[in-house]
């Protein structure tokens, strides 16, 4: 069996993903997420996520990499922080705790991989 490659055009909207309420730190933040594509073994996962400006933290059980396309976000770990804007990329390595203020709404698209069992 040959395996198929697949192909998403960017949507315009996205269908809603809410955040849980306990990790909403400020603002009333709409989460948004479309799943694209997910690997053979279901470990690896992709899609666009966004959100509306607000603030709270996120805990990541997975490595997930993000390419910003639209907006504006500042991602505090720790005491470090760094801004992301449209056209950024970054690493979240599992484990990591971060607390993100959304300051644009954004629009990122991200690959998740779960750990391995």
């Known amino acids: ?4 490659a697949s192909h998403t055009p960017r949507p315009t909207r996205l ?3 809410p955040l ?3 990790e909403i730190l400020e ?3 709409d989460a948004r997420c479309l799943f694209t594509a997910e690997s053979a073994d279901e470990g690896a996962s992709a899609g666009f996520w966004s959100c509306e400006p607000g603030r709270y933290e996120f805990y990541f059980g997975y490595d997930e990499f993000v390419y910003l396309i639209e907006g504006e976000v500042t991602v505090t770990q720790d005491q470090r922080s760094f801004t ?3 056209g950024d990329t970054a690493h979240f390595p599992q484990g990591c705790t971060t607390v993100w203020q959304v300051t644009k709404k954004m ?4 690959v998740a991989r779960a750990p391995y069992e």
């Not at 069996?1 to 198929?4: D, I, L, W």
């Not at 629009?107 to 991200?110: A, C, E, N, P, V």
């Open 1 to 4: 069996m040959n395996p198929q």
């Open 15 to 17: 269908p809603s993903m």
């Open 20 to 22: 849980p309420e306990e």
């Open 27 to 29: 603002g009333t933040p």
């Open 84 to 86: 992301m804007k449209a």
């Open 107 to 110: 629009t990122k698209y991200f």
